[in-house]
């Protein structure tokens, strides 16, 4: 199956900082990934779609300025949490999605959960 | 905007035990995901079904795709503690393009 690897697994940082997360699709080439967020016990909701060699499509309400995403090729998109405060730890997912004849399937990374203190 | 209800949103069982949850919209989906999820680890695919009225069987696991692909199944027979988890139903395609609508998820715990 598709894998998709995410890094770090989990950050602990100050307020203020900057967090990078890294979405890489091992095994496969991805033209659009996804970065989600999730509270516990919630369903995903879906942040940004990043499309290789163009600008990420945000949903309504989240700041593009402040969740920057940069998909720089085939296999690698990273969202970068800038001047991260306590209210944005959370756990970040990203996905991958494979076209074709696969459709819609998204594959997901295993999440980073980030904790600003 | 597409909707996606999922229910029930939690469920208890004893090992043994058969469930169903069901996956609901007013909206025709091109394709309808399962996933399972575990805390602190990302969704895990456990199939997709793109065609109406579809049946598929994973093991224990049997997924229905509805007639008119606005409605999903997931049918687990026999549950066993492995099975406890996060499951998510997802619809793609139609009038979402390459985005995912997510149900709201169905928290499983399955009692020895």
């Known amino acids: 199956g598709a894998v998709v690897s995410q890094h770090p697994s989990w950050v602990i940082c100050k307020s203020g900082t900057s967090v990078k997360i890294e979405c890489r699709s091992l095994d496969f080439q991805a033209t659009t990934m996804f970065w989600y967020r999730q509270f516990p016990k919630q369903s995903l909701m879906l942040m940004a779609t990043?499309?290789?060699?163009?600008?990420?499509?945000?949903e309504q309400g989240v700041e593009k300025d402040k969740f920057l995403i940069n998909h720089a090729s085939l296999t690698l998109s990273t969202l970068t949490v800038t001047s991260a405060h306590p209210e944005d730890s959370s756990f970040y997912i990203c996905?991958?999605?494979?076209?074709?004849?696969?459709?819609?399937?998204?594959?997901f990374g295993p999440g980073t959960r980030l904790l600003v203190l | 905007t597409q909707l996606l209800e999922q229910s029930p949103q939690f469920l208890s069982i004893q090992e043994g035990e058969n469930l169903t949850v069901y996956c609901n919209s007013s909206?025709?989906?091109?394709?309808l995901q399962w996933y399972r999820q575990e805390p602190g680890e990302g969704p895990v695919l456990l199939v997709t079904?793109?065609?109406?009225?579809e049946v598929k069987k994973l093991k224990r696991l049997t997924f229905q795709f509805g007639d008119a692909r606005k409605d999903s199944s997931l049918h687990i027979t026999a549950a066993q503690p492995g099975d406890t988890g996060l499951y998510l139903c997802?619809?793609?395609?139609?009038?979402?393009?390459?985005?995912?609508?997510f149900g709201e998820g169905t928290q499983l715990t399955v009692n020895p």
């Open positions: 990043s499309n290789e060699g163009s600008k990420a499509t945000y």
């Open positions: 996905s991958a999605r494979m076209g074709g004849s696969w459709g819609e399937t998204q594959y």
């Open positions: 909206s025709v989906f091109s394709s």
């Open positions: 997802a619809g793609g395609g139609e009038t979402s393009g390459s985005r995912l609508t």
């Open positions: 079904v793109v065609t109406g009225g």
